[in-house]
């Protein structure tokens, strides 16, 4: 399951996201927002997190620079959210850091790095050698030690 969530800023660029993966055949739930009309990210965010949580699964944001939304869902217990609006910053933060969550913001970026991006995201496999062992444990340690859920 892949969750989609966005604000107003982001509305366009998830449609787009809900197309591709839905032409790859992929389970999508789009948990909103459904249109231009001005909303707050966070209400978006915290459902797909949510979401993610309870189904061990992935999602994908989107907001106007994707910043706002990726603060949100960085907040949540167990979801590491990384900023793609850059090929190489997304792609290595994909490659290296195993997101569960990722954000995309629509005034940043194109539609055809997006598309690469998704794919990185649906397709790379996590080399979980014990140095990303080794990190993925410290930052479990600061998330049990600072977030309640």
Same mark, same amino acid.
């Given at each position: 399951?892949?969750?989609?969530?966005?604000?107003? /800023?982001?509305?366009?660029?998830?449609?787009?996201?809900?197309?591709?993966?839905?032409?790859?055949?992929?389970?999508?739930?789009?948990?909103?927002?459904?249109?231009?009309?001005?909303?707050?990210?966070?209400?978006?965010?915290?459902?797909? !997190?949510?979401?993610?949580?309870?189904?061990?699964?992935?999602?994908?944001?989107? !907001?106007?620079? @994707?910043?706002?939304?990726?603060?949100?869902?960085?907040?949540?217990? @167990?979801?590491? !959210?990384?900023?793609?609006?850059?090929?190489?910053? @997304?792609?290595? @933060?994909?490659?290296?850091?195993?997101?569960?969550?990722?954000?995309?913001?629509?005034?940043?970026?194109?539609?055809?790095?997006?598309?690469?991006?998704?794919?990185?995201?649906?397709?790379?496999?996590?080399?979980?050698?014990?140095?990303?062992?080794?990190?993925?444990?410290?930052?479990?340690?600061?998330?049990? /030690?600072?977030?309640?859920?």
């Amino acid at each position: 399951m892949i969750y989609l969530a966005c604000d107003h /800023a982001g509305y366009n660029l998830k449609e787009y996201i809900k197309k591709v993966l839905q032409e790859k055949n992929l389970q999508v739930t789009d948990l909103g927002t459904n249109s231009l009309e001005s909303v707050h990210y966070p209400q978006f965010g915290s459902k797909l !997190c949510e979401s993610v949580q309870k189904d061990n699964s992935f999602g994908i944001l989107c !907001c106007g620079s @994707g910043t706002g939304i990726s603060i949100v869902a960085n907040k949540y217990k @167990g979801i590491r !959210c990384s900023i793609c609006n850059d090929l190489y910053v @997304g792609l290595e @933060g994909i490659k290296n850091d195993s997101p569960n969550v990722i954000a995309f913001g629509e005034r940043v970026i194109g539609k055809g790095a997006v598309k690469q991006m998704i794919e990185a995201f649906l397709n790379t496999e996590i080399v979980e050698d014990e140095e990303f062992k080794a990190r993925q444990k410290k930052i479990e340690e600061i998330e049990n /030690a600072n977030l309640l859920n």
